[in-house]
């Protein structure tokens, strides 16, 4: 099955298009969150306990109370209609693990990049990322309970973004929020897609 194309049902007639979503961010953003809150499936997840070790690594100032980190990807299925599934990867924030991020970008139709105000810089990484790569993405700021509130304007500014690149704030927890956020970046994607003198490079 091609997440550029679409797959053959032996059980129906209709061939179902797969829309491949990828959801990043830093270091405990809130990807395994969103990931969970919109799967219709039990999520996959690579979750394993911070050590010691990695503990030297993977700074948790800001998000002390995280006691886990992705070491592969998240994975959740949501299923539109019958000839319509979104299929959602959630990328490891860790430097150690952006080599992975090559073969999960490979025919996603864009990213959604989680931002934690308490550690924005930790969302550079991917915004640099997805700009360099020529992929559709938006910013989304999830609301951490406690956390210093900025407008999306300030946050654009922070990081420095081009003035087309949506900006919103979103509850990583609340599944109509997180829908939004997907809603937002499909609609991005094809503004761009209809623009774009070369559509199939978002697919690379």
């Given at each position: 099955?091609?997440?550029?194309?679409?797959?053959?049902?032996?059980?129906?007639?209709?061939?179902?298009i797969?829309?491949?979503?990828?959801?990043?961010?830093?270091f405990?953003?809130?990807k395994?969150?969103?990931?969970?809150?919109?799967?219709?499936?039990?999520?996959?997840?690579?979750?394993?306990?911070?050590?010691?070790?990695?503990?030297?690594?993977?700074?948790?100032?800001?998000?002390?109370?995280?006691?886990?980190?992705?070491?592969?990807?998240?994975?959740?299925?949501?299923?539109?209609?019958?000839?319509?599934?979104?299929?959602?990867?959630?990328?490891?924030?860790?430097?150690?693990f952006?080599?992975?991020?090559?073969?999960?970008?490979?025919?996603?139709?864009?990213?959604?990049?989680?931002?934690?105000?308490?550690?924005?810089?930790?969302?550079?990484?991917?915004?640099?990322?997805?700009?360099?790569?020529?992929?559709?993405f938006?910013?989304?700021?999830?609301?951490?309970?406690?956390?210093?509130?900025?407008?999306?304007?300030?946050?654009?500014?922070?990081?420095?973004?081009?003035?087309?690149?949506?900006?919103?704030?979103?509850?990583?927890?609340?599944r109509?929020?997180?829908?939004?956020?997907?809603?937002?970046?499909?609609?991005?994607?094809?503004?761009?897609?209809?623009?774009?003198?070369?559509?199939?490079?978002?697919?690379?």
């Amino acid at each position: 099955m091609g997440f550029a194309g679409s797959y053959q049902d032996s059980h129906a007639e209709t061939v179902p298009i797969a829309i491949k979503i990828l959801i990043a961010g830093g270091f405990g953003a809130g990807k395994t969150t969103l990931v969970s809150a919109l799967t219709e499936i039990r999520p996959l997840r690579t979750e394993e306990d911070l050590s010691e070790p990695s503990a030297l690594v993977d700074l948790t100032d800001g998000v002390e109370d995280k006691t886990t980190t992705t070491v592969a990807m998240d994975f959740g299925r949501i299923t539109i209609k019958d000839d319509l599934v979104v299929y959602l990867f959630g990328t490891p924030g860790q430097q150690r693990f952006w080599f992975m991020w090559d073969e999960l970008a490979v025919g996603a139709l864009g990213a959604v990049v989680l931002a934690d105000t308490r550690r924005l810089a930790d969302c550079f990484p991917s915004v640099d990322y997805f700009e360099q790569r020529g992929t559709p993405f938006i910013v989304a700021v999830n609301c951490f309970d406690g956390a210093r509130r900025f407008s999306a304007e300030i946050v654009r500014s922070a990081l420095n973004l081009n003035l087309d690149v949506p900006v919103i704030l979103c509850d990583a927890r609340q599944r109509a929020s997180c829908r939004d956020a997907l809603v937002t970046l499909v609609e991005h994607a094809i503004r761009l897609l209809a623009t774009s003198p070369d559509p199939v490079s978002y697919a690379r």
